[in-house]
C-alpha cells in the first residue's frame, strides 16, 4: 500500500530554519511529480511547492518564494522542503502529496513560528 510520511515540523523562532521530509513507502517516487501543501489554522489547505519527477522543474506560491526549497532525493524515496527565514504565517500543518486520480497523503507535520 502506498504511503507517505512526513517528518521535520516543530517550533522555531521567527526568521529560523526547519527542513520537512517526505519519505514513501509502497512506491517509487521517481515517476511522480509531487507537492507540498498546508493548512494554516482556520484557512484550507493551499499547494505551496510543486516538484516534477525528475527535479528539475519546481514551483512556488509567492508567499514562500525565495525562503522555501522544494527537492527530492529519488534514490532515498524522499522529498524535502527546506524553509528559511520562517515567518508567523508560516505556521501550519505541512503534507506533502502524490498528485494524481490515485493521490497519496502524508498525515502531516506540525509548523509552529513563534517567538
Known amino acids: 500500500q502506498a504511503q507517505l510520511v512526513e517528518s521535520g515540523g516543530g517550533l522555531v523562532q521567527p526568521g529560523g530554519s526547519l527542513r520537512l521530509s517526505c519519505a514513501a513507502f509502497g512506491f517509487t517516487l521517481s515517476g511522480y511529480a509531487m507537492h507540498w501543501l498546508r493548512q494554516a489554522p482556520g484557512k484550507g489547505r493551499e499547494l505551496i511547492a510543486s516538484?516534477?519527477?525528475?527535479?528539475?522543474?519546481?514551483n512556488y506560491i509567492e508567499s514562500v518564494k525565495g525562503r522555501f526549497t522544494i527537492s527530492r532525493d529519488n534514490v532515498k524515496n524522499t522529498i524535502y522542503l527546506q524553509m528559511n527565514n520562517l515567518k508567523s504565517e508560516d505556521t501550519a500543518i505541512y503534507y506533502c502529496?502524490?498528485?494524481?486520480?490515485?493521490?497519496?497523503w502524508g498525515q502531516g507535520t506540525q509548523v509552529t513560528v513563534s517567538s
Open positions: 502529496r502524490r498528485p494524481g486520480s490515485d493521490e497519496v
Open positions: 516538484i516534477n519527477s525528475s527535479g528539475r522543474s519546481t
